[in-house]
């Protein structure tokens, strides 16, 4: 398997937290539960294509195109990702695979996040998203450094022009997802890597959450899950 340097050096993190510079910013379980804003990442990686970029209040920083206005104002924390540049919003602009969209998981845009498990076993994923057009409401998940089937093709088609949690895998038959089927299964205690990969450019991400119960968040969600040292 082909494993990234970031990905290398999130490895070592997790085995030792020496590794971490000070403010690197660490999250662990606690009852069942992950909340984790979408910003407060390690690293981000193979980007040259597309990227994240921070939005807040102030700055709505990012390459052209970008027609969306910042929605940090309604944002948990008042901050938010965005992957851009933003070249298809809708069906009737070109689709080009490997640059605006991508339905293989880990291809384009990856965001890493290093989580502490006291419990291991399945966890649904949660993420909350801002979905304006009809091309700009996927993304996929994965553990580390693997991508499984489990984790690909997250799909939002309800809840549109405002923040909305969602949790459902687009299929063949339903274009528009099945719940319970995004989910990632944790084998161990201890570290874990969490990662989120590009399936389709514009997608705003706000804030996700992994959860043994198969639960709607209410509102922005509950307060991040910081790693307590």
Known sequence: MCVNKLHLFLLLCICS????????????????????????????SIDNVRKWYQLDETVHEGPK????????????????LEILPDTRTNHSEKLIPGENFTNSPGKLAQLHYLVYFHHPGKYYVWVRAYSTGSEDNGIHVGLDGEWPESGQRMQWCQGKNQ???????????????????????????????????????????????????????????????????
């Open 163 to 229: 923040w909305t949690w969602e949790s459902k895998q687009r299929t063949a038959e339903k274009h528009c997802g099945v719940p319970e089927q995004i989910y990632l299964d944790i084998p161990r205690v201890g570290w874990h890597e969490i990662t989120f990969s590009m399936r389709e450019d514009g997608f705003e991400f706000d804030k996700w959450i992994l959860s043994k119960e198969y639960k709607l968040p209410e509102g922005a969600g509950p307060a991040e899950t910081l790693r307590k040292f």
């Open 65 to 80: 195109p970008d027609i969306d206005p910042s929605h940090a104002s309604s944002a948990s924390g008042k901050a938010y």
């Open 17 to 44: 937290s020496s590794f971490l510079p000070a403010q690197t910013p660490l999250f662990e379980e606690r009852d069942g539960i992950v909340v984790v804003e979408a910003e407060h990442f390690v690293g981000q």
